[in-house]
């Protein structure tokens, strides 16, 4: 398993966060201590996955508790009530965000984004890439806790 990645690769998609979630959900987020993912170890409600190609390889992915998804969705959607299928949507679109924001940062990868993939199901794991190593972020705000996990390998 290649471990080297980088503070390089890694804080892109924390200040993404921070700017996606400030600007456009109108929360406050603050990242905690960095660790290497343990699958298993996590357990969510909803998770927006997004992969990614080019001269690096790896996914984002932005996972949270009901309570948390439907907090951080109504207020992105400035909405106090929503439904499934705008958490599904929403969560989404926000890791989407995140990816292209982040993307941009690292340019000099030329990396390809995917579509986003969100999985819901009560307490589910996702498994970062076999061949890299895959790190998370926690994150505090005003809606609850939620994680951030980022699995990047260079190929340049």
Do not use: C
């Amino acid at each position: 398993m290649d471990i080297t990645l980088k503070a390089e690769h890694v804080n892109p998609f924390i200040q993404a966060t921070i700017q996606t979630f400030a600007a456009m959900v109108k929360l406050k987020v603050e990242p905690g201590r960095i660790r290497i993912k343990d699958t298993g170890a996590e357990a969510y409600d909803v998770t927006g996955v997004i992969g990614f190609t080019g001269g690096a390889k790896g996914s984002v992915s932005l996972s949270f508790t009901k309570a948390t998804a439907h907090g951080v969705v109504a207020s992105f959607l400035g909405e106090e009530k929503v439904t499934t299928n705008q958490i599904t949507d929403a969560v989404g679109e926000l890791a989407n965000i995140v990816a292209g924001s982040a993307k941009h940062d690292l340019s000099r990868y030329k990396l390809a984004i995917s579509l986003p993939t969100v999985i819901l199901g009560d307490r589910h794991t996702v498994a970062g890439h076999g061949d890299s190593v895959a790190v998370v972020i926690p994150f505090d705000s005003p809606a609850g806790k939620f994680d951030l996990a980022v699995s990047f390998k260079s190929l340049i």
